[in-house]
């Protein structure tokens, strides 16, 4: 079996320096549609959109956390640990938790410790659990979870793993938006440091069972929680505390994000995200076309 989980978890973890600059974090926020208001015909930037784009006013959204360092250690370094050696075209990610223990400076030089945190057996996949954690000489920053699905490497008889799944929100969402996502988005998603030519390669990703490249699930997992932020939080990225998801889908560049909130008490708002084919701004037309595809799910926002 190319997985030893045993093997994997026992691993020493890998401790490096990362770094990153008010550029990184500019591009990064370029990478997930900052910059634009698709619910404003104007070609004007909207000014609340500056303080993704400005270094005079930036500020950092948490979900930057999974590129910082150009993503080092992640979800490919993880690939590389001691018992494990799959097949890059048999990998999807699966799912993304992340804590953050206070906000993130603009720029800054921290110590990222990654590891094995779990590997799970699903029958026909395994999941590996890579764990970074982040601090610097003031610190802890944050807590990175990714959920590694490696298809045909499950079935021998280890733990299923928690299970993860939540019951669907209830009633009405509070808020509903939509995001486009630029034919090149993952093209521009990807100089933030996640290099797998699954999401730029047409050849690579017939080899991975899709008709054409796919957008990263982490640009994905950006774009939604800045809707959140921008909507329900007031811009205010220091009112993250966690955010947790799971891939339920793929979004392929040019497609039109439906992302739903709903309010579930103090300081917790769940989230469902579907792709759509072609559909504008609600602004611009009151038409849901076609049934939104899943894409995020069981997807939850903690804030203060």
């Not at 079996?1 to 770094?19: C, F, L, N, Q």
């Not at 991975?208 to 007031?234: E, M, Q, S, W």
């Not at 989230?271 to 559909?279: D, Q, T």
Request: proline share 8%; aromatic share 6%.
């Amino acid at each position: 079996m190319p997985i030893d989980a045993a093997k994997a978890v026992a691993a020493e973890p890998r401790t490096g320096e990362i770094s990153w600059t008010t550029k990184d974090v500019q591009l990064y926020h370029l990478g997930i549609g900052a910059g634009s208001d698709p619910d404003k015909d104007s070609p004007a930037t909207d000014p609340d959109e500056l303080r993704y784009t400005l270094e005079s006013r930036l500020h950092v959204l948490p979900s930057f956390a999974t590129v910082a360092g150009a993503g080092s250690p992640g979800v490919i370094s993880g690939l590389s640990m001691p018992g494990v050696d799959v097949d890059l075209a048999k990998v999807l990610h699966g799912g993304q938790s992340l804590q953050i223990h206070r906000p993130i400076p603009v720029a800054g030089t921290a110590t990222a410790t990654g590891r094995i945190a779990a590997v799970y057996d699903k029958g026909k996949a395994a999941v590996l659990v890579m764990r970074t954690e982040v601090a610097d000489a003031e610190g802890p920053l944050w807590t990175n979870d990714a959920q590694i699905f490696v298809r045909g490497e499950g079935g021998w008889g280890g733990d299923r793993g928690p299970a993860t799944r939540l019951e669907p929100p209830a009633g009405e969402p509070d808020r509903t938006v939509e995001r486009p996502v630029r034919p090149d988005q993952a093209l521009l998603y990807r100089l933030s440091g996640d290099w797998n030519p699954l999401h730029a390669d047409p050849e690579f990703a017939k080899l991975a069972g899709f008709d054409r490249p796919i957008l990263h699930g982490l640009c994905t997992y950006g774009i939604t929680l800045k809707a959140v932020v921008d909507t329900l939080l007031g811009g205010d990225v220091s009112r993250v505390r966690s955010y947790t998801t799971r891939f339920a889908g793929v979004v392929f560049p040019g497609e039109t994000l439906r992302i739903r909130m709903w309010r579930e008490g103090e300081g917790r708002v769940r989230v469902a995200v579907g792709a759509v084919m072609g559909v504008p701004p609600l602004e611009r037309s009151r038409e849901w076309g076609r049934a939104g595809a899943p894409v995020l799910a069981d997807t939850v926002v903690q804030h203060s």
